[in-house]
């Protein structure tokens, strides 16, 4: 049984930080991808960050060089680091993990709210 446990979201001010944590259960975070996705109101779900199990990391063009996804495999551990966040970013985010031996998986998603 895998489950994603998301933590950190909430209303920040234009050009303010948050940190997304989302802690995984199992076996799947040593041996999957593990990313954040967001979805807006009226919007489809989109990829915003994810890292492989070797480290190697791909953005969306729009968050990139704004926030930086890392993993602590010590503690089963994925962290999102949200900078200079725009109106724009506001949304829901959620954990994803996905490996060719356990599947995917999403975490039950955290509210990003970024006030102009």
């Known amino acids: 049984q895998v489950q994603l446990v998301e933590s950190g979201g909430g209303l920040v001010q234009a050009g303010g930080s948050l940190r997304l944590s989302c802690a995984a259960s199992g076996s799947i975070f040593s041996r999957g991808a593990m990313g954040w996705y967001r979805q807006a109101p009226g919007k489809q779900r989109e990829l915003v960050a994810r890292?492989?199990?070797?480290?190697?990391?791909n953005y969306a063009d729009s968050v990139r060089g704004r926030f930086t996804i890392s993993r602590d495999n010590a503690e089963n551990t994925v962290y999102l680091q949200m900078n200079s966040l725009k109106p724009e970013d506001t949304a829901v985010y959620y954990c994803n993990a996905l490996s060719s031996v356990y599947g995917q998986y999403w975490g039950q998603g955290t509210q990003v709210t970024v006030s102009s």
């Open positions: 890292i492989t199990s070797g480290g190697s990391t």
